[in-house]
């Protein structure tokens, strides 16, 4: 069975600060992996996707994500965070030629001035 | 204009009443998808449908159904809505060639008495 976990619940970033958000996967073979962006009363927006090749993904809105195989890591990470980058993060997984995505249960970031 | 609509945004309901909730795309999307999202449990595949003719129950299908109208409309019911179906739900698509990655809509917020 596949699963994601993302262990911060809640993230506290001062604007202009670095952020980086985790998210684990438990998956027997080569994982899609995926990270959404649900900004307040907005629907999920796509910020970068894994499927193969570089590690390291280069997304939307400055961010980007690094796959570590060694690790069943794919965080999520922004050098300096704007106070518009507010909103919950999601990390989801599924496999080749799949439909199925699993999510995690997000993480909720707020940017303090 | 979006590519992927819901209508209505916000709704509230009483139990026992059916209900139901409309995701059109301009996508050219084959395949929808219908998730309700909670608190802590991140989104849950409700109900998909890979073509006009083709639709399967996803992991929380008690209590919902759908109807694939068109290619480009996905509908969900809820027959008789009870207070623990009170969530976020939202439509996603995916195209054929590229069928992992998911385009969502801006989700309706359901509250049901």
């Known amino acids: 069975a596949q699963s994601v976990t993302q262990p911060d619940i809640h993230i506290t970033v001062s604007e202009g600060a670095s952020l980086e958000l985790r998210c684990n996967y438990s998956y027997g073979a080569t994982p899609y992996l995926f990270w959404y962006v649900q900004s307040p009363g907005q629907g999920l927006q796509l910020l970068l996707k894994y499927f193969s090749g570089d590690t390291l993904v280069q997304g939307i809105k400055g961010f980007e994500a690094e796959f570590k195989r060694s690790q069943s890591s794919f965080n999520l990470r922004k050098p300096s965070v704007h106070w518009s980058d507010a909103a919950e993060y999601f990390c989801?997984?599924?496999?080749?030629?799949?439909?199925?995505?699993?999510f995690g249960a997000g993480t909720t970031v707020t940017v303090r001035a | 204009d979006a590519d992927v609509t819901q209508t209505p945004r916000n709704r509230i309901t009483k139990t026992g009443k059916r209900i139901m909730l409309e995701c059109s795309q301009t996508k050219g999307h084959d395949r929808m998808y219908w998730y309700r999202q909670d608190p802590g449990l991140g989104l849950r595949l409700i109900y998909y449908s890979f073509d006009v003719k083709d639709i399967n129950k996803g992991e929380i299908s008690d209590g919902y159904s759908v109807s694939r109208q068109a290619q480009a409309k996905f509908s969900l019911s809820l027959e008789s809505a009870i207070p623990n179906q009170t969530a976020l739900y939202f439509c996603?698509?995916?195209?054929?060639?590229?069928?992992?990655?998911?385009?969502f809509g801006p989700g309706t917020r359901l509250l049901v008495l």
């Open positions: 989801a997984l599924t496999r080749s030629n799949d439909y199925k995505l699993s």
């Open positions: 996603a698509t995916s195209d054929f060639g590229d069928q992992e990655t998911q385009y």
